[in-house]
């Protein structure tokens, strides 16, 4: 953080904040949207991860989604890749969704769902879906 004019900056300013996670398992039977975890009012999502130990063998796509309607609504992880980004730890990055940075003004249960085109496939997985949020201190907004 940058110091401005005027601004003292000391061991309890800015306020520290505990960086928090939910994480859930996803697996290729998991076509059918699912209940993965709830994410209390006053959260900020601050990213969201994909662990794998091996790449769908989908013939066309292999992707996940998590949010509240996947699929339609994607709001934590939007068509994340795990044809191609399915063994390793990844940043979801561009397939982060559309409440990324964002604070929920209420309880919010998630959803995750695994769907391939192309023809089924016959590996990969189980991927874990790792969430990161954090809950300002009181007063705060960031």
Do not use: H
């Not at 991860?49 to 292999?62: F, I, K, R």
């Not at 339609?72 to 940043?91: H, M, R």
């Not at 964002?102 to 016959?122: F, N, V």
Request: aromatic share 10%.
């Amino acid at each position: 953080m940058a110091v401005r004019p005027n601004q003292v900056v000391n061991s309890t300013t800015p306020p520290a904040l505990e960086l928090l996670s939910k994480v859930v398992q996803v697996t290729r039977s998991d076509t059918t949207a699912f209940d993965a975890f709830v994410l209390p009012k006053g959260s900020v999502i601050a990213g969201a991860y994909v662990l794998g130990p091996v790449v769908s063998n989908a013939v066309t796509t292999a992707i996940i989604d998590v949010g509240t309607n996947p699929g339609t609504a994607d709001e934590l992880v939007d068509s994340f890749d795990v044809k191609t980004n399915g063994k390793g730890y990844f940043n979801v990055a561009a397939a982060g969704g559309t409440s990324m940075g964002t604070q929920l003004t209420t309880d919010t249960l998630y959803k995750a769902r695994y769907s391939e085109t192309g023809g089924a496939s016959t590996a990969g997985g189980p991927w874990l879906v790792k969430v990161e949020y954090y809950i300002p201190q009181q007063g705060f907004s960031f």
